[in-house]
């Protein structure tokens, strides 16, 4: 089974700050790699798809990249709203998603 | 716009099941797979399970061969995913999200419903 691990996971920045969260696959998954947000107590939300398209409606603030086996997500000036887990998911083998453990980003 | 509204938190007993529903509205209920997920208590994302809903069809993580069945009604836009024999390590947090193959993303989640497992 593919794995995926992410780093770090959990990590505290001031708004402002730019925030990079890295995803690993245990093999290659091309570009499938898709990044949501979820906040407590609300539906997961998709930001990123195939590794770095920005989902409809998302702030131009997050970014993804990567190809293979490694990928990051950066939010370029983190707002008071981003406060969030932030999970990576492999689609590469579809059906069988793979999601990676999650990086909680806390607000200073 | 898409919504995913999903039924209210469970409390089940050990041995039991619990089934939950998931009611789409907003888009062409046929026309994208409905996935499940879960999240146990400080734990990752799990994926269960997905199902057709043009046809029904359905796909199981091998964890839940058995266990888990996925059915829908095309007259109401819901699924309904049930799973069976449940123990303590079932206690999660359950999640349908649609599928886009577009984006090969779940484009669209529901809110969750709590299923606890206890004595």
């Known amino acids: 089974d593919i794995q995926m691990t992410q780093s770090p996971s959990s990590l505290s920045a001031s708004v402002g700050d730019r925030v990079t969260i890295t995803c690993r696959a245990s093999?290659?998954?091309?570009?499938?790699v898709n990044w949501y947000q979820h906040q407590p107590g609300k539906a997961p939300k998709l930001l990123i798809y195939a590794a770095s398209i920005l989902q409809s409606g998302v702030p131009s603030r997050f970014n993804g990249s990567g190809f293979g086996t490694d990928f990051t997500l950066t939010i370029s000036s983190l707002q008071a709203e981003d406060s969030a887990i932030y999970f990576c998911q492999q689609s590469n083998y579809a059906p069988f998603f793979t999601f990676g453990p999650g990086t909680k980003v806390d607000i200073k | 716009q898409v919504q995913l509204v999903q039924s209210g938190a469970e409390v089940k007993k050990p041995g039991a099941s619990v089934k939950i529903s998931c009611k789409a509205s907003g888009y062409t209920f046929i026309s994208y797979y409905m996935y499940w997920v879960r999240q146990a208590p400080g734990q990752g994302l799990e994926w269960l399970g997905r199902i057709n809903p043009r046809d029904g069809a359905t796909s199981n993580a091998q964890n839940f061969q058995g266990r888990l069945t996925m059915t829908r009604d095309t007259s109401t836009s819901t699924v309904y995913m049930e799973l069976s024999r449940l123990g303590s390590e079932d206690t999660a947090v359950y999640y349908c999200?649609?599928?886009?193959?577009?984006?090969?993303?779940?484009?669209?989640w529901g809110q969750g419903s709590l299923v606890t497992v206890s004595s």
């Open positions: 093999q290659s998954i091309r570009s499938y």
């Open positions: 999200a649609r599928y886009s193959s577009s984006s090969g993303a779940l484009d669209y």
